[in-house]
T-cell receptor, first 117, second 112 residues
Framework: ETGVTQSPTHLIKTRGQQVTLRCSSQ?????VSWYQQALGQGPQFIFQ???????GRGNFPPRFSGLQFPNYSSELNVNALELDDSALYLCASSATSAGPSGTGELFFGEGSRLTVL | DQQVKQNSPSLSVQEGRISILNCDYTNSMFDYFLWYKKYPAEGPTFLIS?????DKNEDGRFTVFLNKSAKHLSLHIVPSQPGDSAVYFCAASDFGNEKLTFGTGTRLTIIP
């Protein structure tokens, strides 16, 4: 069973640039969630994708957008990068969109560490 | 607005003793609570969870206690082992909500 994989693992961008982060979900999982973890903080929910549609969004501006593909892999796109976007971006997959209380336990990837200069 | 709080950034415990990690929450809509463990350069991994209809859940060396009236939960690890050294995140959700709200984490160090 293949786990959640993310790419790239590290990248450096400059302010104003755009970035795309990629995630392959765990085999058999149809739901992908993205979280941002700033230094010294816990992960914060960005959004979730279920069957290629956005299915819930956290308190992030529209320059954070995403896609989910028919094979359930996903992309996170961030436009007009700001210094505060520097963080670890975590992708998590689950077998259902019902949430963890509906046994939609999340399985996380290792993350993509983004540095914005 | 920090809805899930872990007030101890770090904790050191002797190997073999009990580790107790604490977590408080403010949102009374939360009804499902989880603990995740994170090693450096790895993503968080699920450890144990508890529904609000229970006050205790055990899984081997790990036990989670929930006190709904105090909006407090704790994770007990006994006996503590060196491999338990990691950052532990408390997280919460409300039923059917896809979003997890995380605390800021507690770094646990087990001293051999």
């Amino acid at each position: 069973e293949t786990g959640v994989t993310q790419s790239p693992t590290h990248l450096i961008k400059t302010r104003g640039q755009q970035v795309t982060l990629r995630c392959s979900s765990q085999s058999g999982h149809n739901t992908v969630s993205w979280y941002q973890q700033a230094l010294g903080q816990g992960p914060q929910f960005i959004f979730q994708y279920y069957r290629e549609e956005e299915n819930g969004r956290g308190n992030f501006p529209p320059r954070f957008s995403g896609l989910q593909f028919p094979n359930y892999s996903s992309e996170l796109n961030v436009n007009a990068l700001e210094l505060d976007d520097s963080a670890l971006y975590l992708c998590a997959s689950s077998a259902t969109s019902a949430g963890p209380s509906g046994t939609g336990e999340l399985f996380f990837g290792e993350g993509s560490r983004l540095t914005v200069l | 607005d920090q809805q899930v709080k872990q007030n101890s950034p770090s904790l050191s415990v002797q190997e073999g003793r009990i580790s107790i990690l604490n977590c408080d929450y403010t949102n009374s809509m939360f009804d499902y609570f989880l603990w995740y463990k994170k090693y450096p350069a790895e993503g968080p991994t699920f450890l144990i969870s508890i529904s609000s209809i229970k006050d205790k859940n055990e899984d081997g060396r790990f036990t989670v206690f929930l006190n709904k009236s105090a909006k407090h939960l704790s994770l007990h690890i006994v006996p503590s082992q060196p491999g338990d050294s990691a950052v532990y995140f408390c997280a919460a959700s409300d039923f059917g909500n896809e979003k997890l709200t995380f605390g800021t984490g507690t770094r646990l160090t087990i001293i051999p």
